[in-house]
């Protein structure tokens, strides 16, 4: 009953900060002994802050939760990675065919503690994400959306934030999201210019009355007829989600949350999908000279 445990401890990644505080006489007094005027870990204001008025409950909720002190800051992110760094330690001294259930107990509750604590740091800085999510709100991403990956873009942040340097974590977080949402602007950017069917033309298709200032009525049905099939070679599911995210089957494109929710995956997932799928499409109309052929119709 041991051996699954004892492989799961050791394979299990510990990742932590560094710090020299960690190898003082000190240190566990210093990493369990909160500040003075610490308060109860995320307590809810006794009324909604007028700033959180008019959004959904998950997001007004972020306005109720309390920010963490600069004192309070540093004593959580001490305490995480002091847990962790504790538990990495003492699981190197451990025989990996001889770790008895006692052991692996305690370094697994101090593991846990330190998801507790990186879980209480992530709460408090929510509200961080949405503020900065509203700047770079556009047409390919939604606010939902952005929250989602810089929710994502926060907790790596916290995972790699040097607490030893005195800085406030907000400042470092803050760059962490906006690089994250500049990639992803970036990575939007360069999929329109290099699937130029994939927002206009795509969804063109898919009105009800063509443009005939350009192409004939037997160009534009060669060309569905073409995409239809280009369509059919696709899998399944990447042809059930581009036909949804390009709106094809008449009704309006959905989101990759939307998409996700109903297929029972994550977003991100969806999008992996989706670029997979417009890789084959792309493949497919270089391989049948659609460029050339639309350039002299043109």
């Known amino acids: 009953m041991l ?9 299990r990644v510990i990742d932590y900060v560094p710090c020299r ?3 003082a006489e000190d240190a566990e007094r210093l990493a369990s002994d909160p500040p003075v005027d610490a308060k109860v870990p995320l307590q809810h204001a006794a009324a909604a802050s007028p700033v959180g008025a008019g959004l959904t409950p998950y997001l007004a909720s972020l306005y109720q ?3 963490l002190s600069r004192d309070e800051e540093q004593f ?3 305490r995480m990675n002091w847990l962790k760094f504790r538990a990495a330690t003492v699981r190197g001294r451990l025989d990996r065919r001889r770790a008895t259930l006692r052991q692996i107990d305690r370094i697994e509750g101090w593991l846990t503690e330190a998801e507790t604590v990186k879980a209480v740091i992530i709460t408090s800085n929510l509200r961080l994400v949405v503020s900065i999510a509203k700047k770079f709100v556009d047409t390919t991403n939604s606010f939902e959306e952005l929250v989602g990956e810089g929710n994502v873009a926060l907790m790596r942040a916290v995972e790699k934030f040097s607490f030893a340097l005195g800085n406030r974590f907000s400042t470092y977080a803050t760059y962490a999201i906006q690089r994250h949402f500049f990639r992803l602007s970036h990575k939007a950017r360069q999929l329109r210019q290099r699937f130029v069917t ?3 033309s795509f969804k063109g298709l898919s009105a009800a009355e063509p443009n005939t200032e350009q192409c004939s009525f037997e160009q534009i049905a060669m060309l569905k007829e ?5 369509l059919g070679e696709l899998e399944p599911r990447e042809q059930q989600i581009v036909v949804a995210r390009f709106g094809f089957d008449g009704q309006p494109p959905r989101t990759f949350r939307e998409l996700g929710a109903s297929m029972g995956v994550c977003k991100e997932r969806i999008r992996q999908i989706q670029t997979r799928a417009i890789d084959k499409l792309r493949e497919m109309a270089a391989e049948a000279r659609l460029e050339q052929t639309v350039g002299d119709w043109l």
């Open 3 to 11: 051996e699954p445990r004892r492989r799961q401890l050791f394979e």
């Open 21 to 23: 505080q960690f190898l």
């Open 65 to 67: 939760t309390r920010l």
């Open 76 to 78: 959580y992110f001490r």
């Open 198 to 200: 994939e927002d206009e």
């Open 226 to 230: 073409l995409f239809a099939k280009f």
